[in-house]
């Protein structure tokens, strides 16, 4: 699987930004998808994960009632769409890819694929 993150730019705080991010492969609906996020300095942590069908989803604490995660297996494409923006969430996000087979987690060592990042720089 190869993924294409896009979408990321410079937003005041407050405001939103949506990311996407574009799958390569037959199979894309066999995959949790999943965005990280790392800023200069911190390790990489969980956003956000979305099941193969796009029925469930999972959110990190900081991201709740902001974010929203969505998937289009019919594109092989999932979204980010982030609200209510702020200045730490500036980060480089990547979107990444998880085996279903392989049990869900939230661990970036558990993704098997991983976009190139895309940068979010949220001024206050």
């Known amino acids: 699987v190869q993924l294409q993150a896009s979408g990321g730019g410079l937003v005041q705080a407050g405001g939103s930004l949506r990311l996407s991010c574009a799958a390569s492969g037959r199979t894309f609906s066999s995959y949790f998808m999943a965005w990280f996020r790392q800023a200069p300095g911190k390790e990489r942590e969980f956003v956000t994960a979305?099941?193969?069908?796009?029925?469930?989803?999972d959110y990190a604490d900081s991201v709740k009632g902001r974010f929203t995660m969505s998937r289009d297996n019919t594109k092989n494409a999932v979204y980010l769409q982030m609200n209510s923006l702020k200045p730490e969430d500036t980060a480089v996000y990547y979107c990444a890819a998880l085996l279903i087979g392989r049990g869900y987690g939230t661990s970036p060592r558990k993704y098997d694929y991983w976009g190139q990042g895309t940068q979010v720089t949220v001024s206050s």
């Open positions: 979305i099941s193969g069908t796009g029925s469930i989803t």
